[in-house]
């Protein structure tokens, strides 16, 4: 005999509607925990190295002038992860607009299982395990999937009983909490 899952709790689900700024924290919190300080440490190496060893290689005779480039280096690699998130986040909105279904109410709720999404056509269950992390800031929970994707909820739309109930089913689960990049 199959047995039934008990209804969530109440406070267990909210409907949410997803507005440019819950899109733009999302996004920002998913970009901040794909980018990792190694790789940034290695793009700064190769930024200023690569030009002088390349010239060096080269047996160039500007290989010794490559220095005057260090400002214009110093430039991009602090410009580089503002420009990461310029780019980002102008991708995100474009892909939101461009997706009327994204622009409607949403009811999430939350369970033990993971999270479903579900609107008047669909509905998707994300579980726990198949979520590769989440992360919150002031505005929004965003959970990420292992695609350059993510789930946003945005707290506006929790009341203080729900956002205690989701932190706490997330942090009973498996899923981990996201490393996020400082900038």
Request: charge should be positive.
């Amino acid at each position: 005999m199959p047995t039934l899952r008990p209804p969530p709790a109440p406070h267990a689900s909210a409907d949410i509607e997803l507005d440019d700024a819950a899109i733009i924290a999302g996004n920002n919190l998913l970009r901040r925990s794909q980018l990792k300080i190694t790789y940034y440490l290695l793009f700064v190496a190769a930024v200023f190295l690569g030009p002088s060893l390349l010239l060096w290689g080269l047996g160039s005779p500007a290989a010794s002038k490559s220095l005057t480039m260090w400002p214009l280096q110093a430039i991009l690699v602090v410009l580089y992860p503002f420009l990461v998130k310029w780019a980002a986040t102008r991708r995100a909105l474009q892909y939101f607009k461009s997706w009327p279904a994204a622009q409607r109410y949403h009811n999430v709720s939350w369970t033990e299982e993971g999270i479903h999404v579900s609107t008047p056509d669909s509905q998707a269950l994300y579980r726990w395990e198949s979520l590769k992390a989440w992360a919150e800031d002031a505005t929004v929970f965003a959970f990420i999937l292992p695609a350059p994707l993510y789930v946003a909820i945005p707290k506006n739309c929790l009341s203080d009983e729900q956002i205690i109930s989701l932190r706490n089913c997330v942090e009973t689960s498996s899923l981990k909490k996201a490393v996020l990049f400082p900038i």
